[in-house]
């Protein structure tokens, strides 16, 4: 979808990077891990986008070691621009594109199986430290699901990641107070589908 619009699927996973974490910078090495691109294309791109405007380069000098007078190594990193003109709507066409994205994964996502809740986290909250992004509780095609997930991740340019837990799994977490599981249901989320509210007060 994204990269339609600016040319390159690996600018978009630059993009996408760097405007969900916006006041974090990142080496091209972590940068080349994070987003799993080649480190050239990677540089290539980075220099698009410094020469724009929309990405900030910055320098950084290691500390002299004592009795060397050899200066320290310098180590570039790369940050977005907070005061590019057009950093709003580009922002803005990034999560639009990401509700996009969202919805589509939800309506198949329920066509899937017997859902009784369903609930996206992390990425789709601006959240990156959100144990899973999708969350699903019912009886569903757990390799059709695998397979819709690494699509979402082609057009988002990012890593989601699911957990599927049946009924009985889910009870049984529920109650051992099980860490995972109430570290999802405490984590700010959109709930799409919930049947299970209502059974537990019944």
Known sequence: ??????GSRTRVKLLGLFLRQPDQAHFVREMTRLIDTQINAVRRE???LVSFGLVIECVEEEPKEAGKKQ??????YYKINPTFPLIGEITS????????L???L???IVRMGDVKY?????????????????????DVDREKLSSLIQEIERDMACEVNFCVMSMEEYAYRKDMTDKFLYAILEAPKNVVV?????????
Do not use: W, Y
Not at 71 to 76: P, R
Not at 93 to 100: C, D, I, P, R
Not at 119 to 130: P, Y
């Open 46 to 48: 980075l220099a698009n």
């Open 102 to 104: 969202e919805r589509r």
């Open 106 to 108: 939800d309506q198949e």
């Open 118 to 138: 369903l609930a996206f986290l992390g990425v789709f909250t601006g959240k990156s430290r959100a144990p899973v992004d999708v969350f699903v509780i019912g």
């Open 194 to 202: 919930d049947t299970l509210s209502s059974r537990e007060k019944a």
């Open 71 to 76: 200066a320290g190594l310098k180590k570039k």
């Open 93 to 100: 066409l990034f999560t639009k594109a990401q509700v996009l």
């Open 1 to 6: 979808m994204l990269e339609h619009l600016f």
